[in-house]
């Protein structure tokens, strides 16, 4: 069983950055595609950006792309979601996730990120 924690979530004004990070714990997560989710008030979870196991290849929401880089650890077991040029509209509850097939099988509790204007 694969425990995710995030951390680094926080309050920032407008045009500020965080970096969010992702722990993971139980099993290595070296061979799982990764990812974040967020889920803002009143709307559904909303994918954010995922990074794969082999190639590390990255694929982005297209309201964060450009803004915001995930980046992967295996030695450390750690994935992270760097979040530049921030926006009140990415104030959310931010998910870290991981899959090994079609399903994301693993989450964390969330950390939110609320960006103030």
């Known amino acids: 069983q694969v425990q995710l924690v995030e951390s680094g979530g926080g309050l920032v004004q407008a045009g500020g950055s965080l970096r969010l990070s992702c722990a993971a714990s139980?099993?290595?997560?070296?061979?799982?595609?990764m990812g974040w989710f967020r889920q803002a008030p009143g709307k559904e979870r909303e994918f954010v950006a995922a990074?794969?196991?082999?190639?590390?290849?990255?694929y982005y929401a297209d309201s964060v792309k450009g803004r915001f880089t995930i980046s992967r650890d295996n030695a450390k077991n750690a994935v992270y979601l760097q979040m530049n040029s921030l926006k009140p509209d990415d104030t959310a509850v931010y998910y870290c996730?991981?899959?090994?097939?079609?399903?994301?099988?693993?989450w964390g509790k969330g950390t939110l990120v609320t960006v103030s204007s």
């Open positions: 139980g099993r290595s997560v070296s061979s799982y595609t």
């Open positions: 990074i794969t196991w082999s190639t590390e290849n990255t």
């Open positions: 996730a991981g899959r090994t097939g079609g399903a994301w099988d693993y």
